[in-house]
């Protein structure tokens, strides 16, 4: 069973950068879809981005060009570059993990992906 456990968040100007990391135990990154969400209160959670066990990556169209998503396999760590912060990435952010490829711009149910962590808040 894998868990995960974000860090890296904070507080950022707009134009600013921060990167974000989904530590992981119990079970190697390299064997799940990772990928990261996020959510303002009052609102649904949102797909940002994803990572395939095959390196392939996929993003929401808000973040495109903006944001990059990847992994190292050697710390079993999870990252989230993010560039170009604007007001509106404000958001906490969650780290997850599933053992089939998901979808960012129609998430699946939270309850059918392996793991969640806590969340790390990014706010400007």
């Known amino acids: 069973q894998v868990h995960v456990v974000e860090s890296g968040g904070g507080s950022v100007q707009a134009g600013g950068s921060l990167t974000l990391s989904c530590t992981a135990s119990?079970?190697?990154?390299?064997?799940?879809?990772m990928g990261w969400f996020r959510q303002v209160p009052g609102k649904e959670r949102e797909g940002v981005a994803a990572?395939?066990?095959?390196?392939?990556?996929r993003y929401v169209d808000s973040v495109k060009g903006r944001f990059t998503i990847s992994q190292d396999n050697a710390k079993n760590t999870l990252y989230l570059q993010m560039n170009s912060l604007k007001p509106e990435d404000t958001a906490m952010y969650y780290c997850?993990?599933?053992?089939?490829?998901?979808?960012?711009?129609?998430?699946?149910?939270?309850?059918?992906?392996?793991?969640w962590g806590q969340g790390t808040l990014v706010t400007e």
């Open positions: 997850a993990a599933g053992v089939f490829s998901w979808s960012v711009v129609d998430p699946p149910p939270a309850t059918t992906l392996d793991a």
């Open positions: 990572i395939d066990s095959d390196g392939t990556t």
């Open positions: 119990g079970s190697a990154v390299s064997s799940y879809c």
